[in-house]
């Protein structure tokens, strides 16, 4: 068997338990893979071989094992989405939404999957273009996303930016807003979540537009099919206006333009232990939330 390791590279508990785990995996007869970032990290003694995340599929990887916590995993989703490789997460992190199994228990839960003792958790993903006004600075290339798509216009207190909604080329209206979110149902528990939007199931194939602090009664969250197309335009700015991608990637935005967002044809596709239950996530989740803060 071939597995991926996806780092945090950042957090030095997580760089640890990889130390840990490679020679681990090699005893289990386990081939493992990690990025060429990698490389240099653990001297020549590496019981790993390096490899571009976008040939972990063609290379026979079974699945990615991401170490980090839900930022982790939503960067590692963008990146493995191409290529379908299922994703296990490993949480360091403080909530774990997204993430199936706890750092402490990594070497006594991991064998299970190693054998096949899991289900799927397939969840849908954003893609999302940039519409300039002006054609020359076209956005060639989509994004992906697995949580969220954020328009924002700018704004602060009393400075709210406008921002028009569409819907499949139709006009859902235009109001003082400082921004819109697109997020999926795995992202309705996210920023849209704060920002006053409803919680989604993941098995569901919709798009959830949740206004920022829209200053009128009549913009609210709606929930739209999986065949629709949603169009945010940017009426009016105060300071700098963004895209932001699941919390990480930044495009900057002018008055003029637009974002396009739908469903992406890609998926990603989580690790599960049998039995695993969203609510009974989401119930621990969020009343962990509410001590922690």
């Not at 939404?97 to 993903?125: H, I």
């Not at 700018?154 to 003082?176: H, Q």
């Not at 003029?256 to 690790?271: I, P, Q, S």
């Amino acid at each position: 068997m071939r597995v991926g390791l996806y780092p945090n590279t950042e957090k030095a508990p997580v760089m640890q338990l990889v130390k840990r785990l490679m020679p681990w995996l090699a005893e289990m007869g386990v081939e493992a893979f990690v990025p060429p970032d990698l490389e240099g990290a653990f001297g020549h003694e590496m019981p790993a071989s390096s490899l571009r995340v976008d040939r972990w599929k063609d290379s026979g990887v079974s699945f990615a094992i991401v170490l980090g916590g839900d930022g982790t995993l939503l960067k590692a989703a963008r990146n493995l989405a191409r290529g379908s490789v299922p994703i296990l997460g490993v949480n360091f992190g403080r909530l774990g939404f997204l993430t199936e199994l706890e750092a402490e228990n990594v070497f006594s839960d991991l064998p299970a999957f190693l054998e096949g003792s899991y289900v799927f958790d397939d969840r849908v993903m954003l893609e999302a273009r940039i519409l300039r006004e002006r054609a020359s600075q076209r956005l060639e290339q989509p994004v992906l996303a697995l949580n969220d798509v954020v328009v924002s216009t700018g704004g602060g207190i009393a400075r709210l930016g406008e921002v028009s909604v569409w819907v499949n080329g139709r006009s859902v209206g235009a109001y003082p807003a400082d921004g819109v979110i697109a997020s999926t149902p795995t992202g309705s528990t996210a920023y849209s979540l704060a920002a006053g939007g409803p919680i989604v199931s993941p098995e569901l194939d919709v798009m959830v537009v949740t206004p920022i602090c829209a200053h009128t009664f009549y913009a609210r969250p709606t929930v739209i099919s999986a065949e629709s197309r949603l169009t945010v335009k940017v009426i009016r700015v105060h300071g700098k206006a963004v895209v932001t991608v699941d919390g990480q990637e930044i495009r900057i935005i002018e008055e003029g333009d637009g974002v396009e967002v739908k469903l992406a044809g890609e998926k990603t596709r989580l690790m599960r232990r049998p039995g695993w239950d969203f609510y009974g996530v989401l119930r621990r989740k969020l009343s962990e939330a509410h001590v922690e803060g």
